[in-house]
């Protein structure tokens, strides 16, 4: 068994993309590995066994969301999130950060915590490092991560900084309000676009020891050239023996760029969002299956979608967009998470055999041609 | 093989309750079956793989709306209902009579057919016997349903007696009209409440030979003991060598008096619609989800729930109806279609061992302790 309950196990490199493992109470995640959003408990649209045949290991979820409803004490006493969800592998939760920056209305922050309105009902709610952490841990995921404070894209050098420092601290406070040891804590670095900040706030953090790290504030708005560029002197500074989060990130292209800069886990709604809104993700590219153009076409969506997809020709997915039934929101998610795993699984494979750089290139190449 | 393409082979009866198996090119059917329905050539809610776990052999798509959407050349350029679909079984395909009545606007019935407009986007439509016909052979269902006049009950006896006159009219010219020979149609008895008007119906139109005879126009209104009674002196007119289809019927008590009574198929959106709406059915009644009563209950909704429902707590499927999340609707529409088809699989095995009305009276006790 493990040394160290949450062990990463570095298995092989290829260039700075890194081929590992990392143990979780739940079970075992081949990195580089990208995480399917469950926001409310359910990844959108899917029955979990489908979520399952996917190939996805760990799933997210979200602290805000679960802590406003059904609120964390319910799911707890539904038996934790593990078993609420019915999803029995690593669990990754949120800190509510992101949320508060993104959904919250009125929104205050203070060094204590931040004081906002829920988007469901306009209530008041309170959301400190130590509160963060007692949902968290009332909701039983695997990893929790430590309450950040994100600003907008392009901002103040002073804001940026302020938030970067409080996100130290707040990381400290997340740490020592840690009571479960089947637990682990992931710090977030902060600082922009800024690359001494990102340096700075990664030493800073990396002297507390987290058994994970991972990057935010990234994928705000900014172009996808500048969060590269945030990557590249932020993944120098990491451990090298702990896992390494790019916290909402993305495209498939953006994954590529991230393990391609040493990222182990990702995660982003856009496979399952973009998927409930015709957009299919393919080896050939992107299509829209809205388009007239598919109203005939007998075609699967990809010759490696997963099989309950490609049973289906474009036409009849089409069709059931126009038709606003549940099912092309159903098979559409379940393509586009298929393929993010399909893309990870090759990525993983290619650093195993010491030719990510050319994974990379035939993948960037491959994705030229789609409708958008 | 069979001698007849559309045979129907009467294997058992319990009392006037009918165990069969009926015959079509796309398998089997063993009856009494409960055929789920898919519109708009989707079971609203379910990957078809799924729809398919729930015990199905036959299912249901809607002439009127395929029509209007994507338009039945479309459906049939892509390779026919049955590969539009993924549904590889048997299927059948009502006639649009039903949908004239309860779905289009300022519908005008003629001898000639129907002028209508469209639900969709208002435009003009036709619908004769013979349109009827082309549009279900296009589809290339196993099974295409007579164009029939459904009027509205409780109605003058003449409009009923007219509108009865009329369908069989109409059922002689669709069977006129016919081309395909893998392709059975089955004759609708009208009659309103009106017994001796249903009687004559089956009279005549079983003079036509249809290989296969529905009971139309009920569950429109009228008290469930009415269409009991109309079963009552319905069935027995009916050849003995033919199955007999209830359309458009119903709850699960419904199947029960149906199959009491000597019906062999049935179809009905209520545990689809139904369970889009937060309610299950059991063998406990029914559950209304939304009750806060289920928000901490650990219970799955039923021990013999399908296991991709049983796996989850009554309290994570309400939560899922309050957040509104697409898997609420997805898991009642699978505890629904499979409680429904377990019913019909428990009323075959009684009618084998000769104990249907043993069945029926523990069933329909079993139900009275449900949330309504």
């Not at 298995?11 to 409310?40: D, E, I, K, N, W």
């Not at 400190?128 to 404070?149: F, N, T, Y």
């Amino acid at each position: 068994m493990s040394e160290r309950p949450f062990r990463y196990d570095l298995l092989q490199q290829s260039g700075q993309a890194r081929r590992g493992v990392f143990h979780t109470p739940h079970g075992l995640v081949q990195t580089p590995a990208f995480m399917p959003v469950g926001t409310q408990g359910t990844v959108k649209g899917l029955e979990i066994g489908l979520v399952r045949e996917t190939g996805a290991e760990m799933i997210l979820g979200n602290t805000y969301h679960l802590s406003l409803r059904p609120g964390e004490q319910i799911v707890r006493e539904l038996g934790g999130l593990h078993e609420f969800s019915g999803w029995r592998g690593p669990i990754l939760t949120d800190s509510g950060g992101f949320q508060i920056f993104s959904l919250a209305q009125m929104a205050k922050i203070t060094e204590e915590g931040a004081v906002f309105r829920s988007h469901i009902d306009g209530s008041k709610v309170s959301l400190s490092p130590e509160r963060s952490i007692e949902i968290q841990e009332a909701l039983g995921s695997d990893v929790a991560m430590v309450l950040d404070h994100v600003v907008a894209l392009p901002n103040e050098a002073d804001v940026i900084r302020q938030a970067c420092d409080r996100s130290i601290r707040w990381a400290a406070r997340c740490q020592q309000a840690a009571t479960r040891d089947d637990q682990a804590q992931f710090a977030i670095v902060q600082g922009g676009l800024d690359e001494k900040l990102r340096i700075y706030c990664a030493e800073e953090l990396g002297k507390l020891e987290f058994p994970g790290y991972a990057i935010g504030g990234l994928s705000v708005g900014e172009p996808p050239p500048e969060m590269y560029r945030i990557l590249d002197v932020t993944c120098p500074v990491l451990p090298t023996d702990r896992p390494r989060y790019l916290m909402g990130v993305g495209r498939p292209e953006d994954l590529l760029e991230g393990v391609r800069r040493g990222v182990d886990l990702f995660d982003c709604v856009m496979p399952t969002r973009n998927g409930r809104n015709a957009l299919a993700f393919t080896d050939e590219g992107t299509l829209r299956l809205r388009n007239a153009k598919y109203q005939t076409d007998k075609r699967p969506i990809s010759p490696t979608s997963p099989e309950r997809v490609r049973q289906h020709s474009r036409g009849y997915i089409r069709h059931l967009f126009m038709a606003k039934e549940m099912l092309g929101p159903i098979l559409l998610t379940l393509q586009n998470l298929a393929y993010y795993q399909q893309l990870m699984a090759g990525a993983r494979q290619a650093i195993e055999e010491d030719r990510f750089e050319a994974f990379y290139e035939q993948k960037m190449n491959s994705w030229r041609n789609g409708d958008e």
